[in-house]
Every structure is written in C-alpha cells, then in structure tokens.
C-alpha cells in the first residue's frame, strides 16, 4: 500500500510549521527551508465523514500531514478489485512518495480518503517540495531516512505475508468491511464462508478458518451473525498489511 508512516506527534500548534517540525521528516531545519515549506502548504479541517478525495480525484499534486484525528484510506486493488483500507491519524505523512515521480501515480487513481474524525491535515505543494529538496541537502537527508523506515517496514511486511497464509485472508476480509452508518462501528455485514475467502486469498481453507478464529481470539473481532463486527480496525490492517 501507500506510504503512510505514523509518527508520534504531541499536541498540534497553532503555527502549522510549527506542527510539521516536531515530525522527524521536518526536525532540524533551518528557519530559511522551514520558510520556504510555508510557502506551500495548506492546512485544511473535515468533519468526521467527511471525504478528502473522492476515488479517481487524488492526483499526486500534494501529500498530506496529518495533524490530528483519523483519515480511512481506501484502495482498490486493480488485477483483482480488492479494496484494501487503512486508517491513518496523528502524525501520519501521506503519500509523499508521489512528490519524487513515483511510478504508483497511476495507481493511485484507485485511492480515496476520508475523515474518519474531525481531521486537521497540512497538505504540501509536490513540485515545489521536490524542487526545495533538490536543494538542501538538509531536507534531502531527511527524506532518505524516512523513506529507508518505510523501506525497511515493507519488507518486514512482505515477508510475513510469504510466511503466513492467514495474512492473505485477512488482506481479502478487508474488502467486506465497512462502517455502520447508525452504531459507527466497523462491521462484515455478510460473513462469506471460509472456503471463498481461501480461494480469494490463493490458500488452504484451513488458513482462512484460522485466520477467522485469530480474529475472535485477539478480540479484534466477534461474531454478530450473519457477520462480524470489527472492534481493533487498526489491529485488523497490522494483520492484513
């Protein structure tokens, strides 16, 4: 998936700058970059439910901070419609990747956001950052160490998706869930059966049983026939992604 990295942010300033420099990708800068970073950003307010970029609509012109709250970001999958969903929040950085021509730019087409809270976001020029950066080696320096923890994570990811089967199923279960529009939880309204949820995944049908079971296990999921209702989503993407 997209480059969504997670930084432990404290609470947001008033000062958008401000809020970006307590973020490792922004620490350490001198007053002249920070000021010309200023001259490229937007900070922008959604209320809970509210969309950020309607599928089709994210063009990789800009990425995003996020400065508090939550935002679901949604992706199909496009060999074989699967939607897959992550929930970002404090701290998250966006899909920066794109400022730096990434070859996913088509790809992201298949993106949308939305709030999952009320949601304060920083969005960030592409091109100018990518000319800034090209620049200062400072920024540049920067750039390089977050893009080698997003590195060093996916491949951690990937190797645990070779080693357990159950992780593929859990990456299909995701395309079911959505969120109740009266009680807001995250729920699979129609529980498929195990033996078309392993054949989605490419796995054994044991895998797909386990992986159900693992769910109920953890407590990140119970059953609510005919579905499930979902109550750890952030524990349920760690699984699947």
């Known amino acids: ?18 809020s970006l420099s307590a973020l490792p990708l922004f620490r350490d800068l001198s007053a002249k970059i920070l000021s010309a970073i200023r001259e490229s950003i937007d900070v922008r307010r959604y209320d809970a439910g509210q969309t950020v970029y309607a599928l089709g609509q994210f063009d990789g012109g800009e ?19 699967a939607m897959l969903i992550e929930e970002i929040g404090d701290g998250a950085i966006f899909a920066m990747e794109l400022a730096f021509g990434s070859d996913a730019r088509d790809a992201f087409q298949q993106v949308s956001v939305t709030a999952d809270d009320d949601l304060v976001v920083i969005a960030i020029e592409a091109e100018p950052f990518f000319l800034l950066a090209s620049q200062r080696p400072s920024l540049m320096r920067n750039i390089a160490a977050h893009f080698a ?7 951690f990811r990937n190797m645990a998706a ?8 859990l990456t299909v279960l995701l395309q079911y869930v959505e969120r109740d529009a009266i009680s807001g939880h995250w729920r699979v309204p129609l529980m498929p059966k195990h033996r078309a949820l392993a054949e989605e995944a490419g796995v054994e049908e044991a895998a797909s049983a386990a992986a159900v079971a693992m769910l ?3 407590g990140i999921a119970r059953r609510d026939y005919p579905g ?10 760690e699984f699947a992604n």
């Open 63 to 81: 990425f995003l901070v996020v400065i508090s709250g939550r935002m679901k970001v949604s992706i199909i999958e496009p060999e074989t419609g």
């Open 228 to 237: 499930l209702i979902i109550d750890d989503m952030a524990r349920l993407n």
């Open 162 to 169: 070779e080693a357990a089967p159950e992780q593929r199923v």
């Open 216 to 218: 109920i296990q953890e």
């Open 1 to 18: 998936m997209m480059s969504a990295a997670a930084i432990s942010l404290s609470a947001p300033s008033d000062d958008p700058v401000e």
């Open 149 to 155: 923890g997003e590195l060093a994570a996916r491949r």
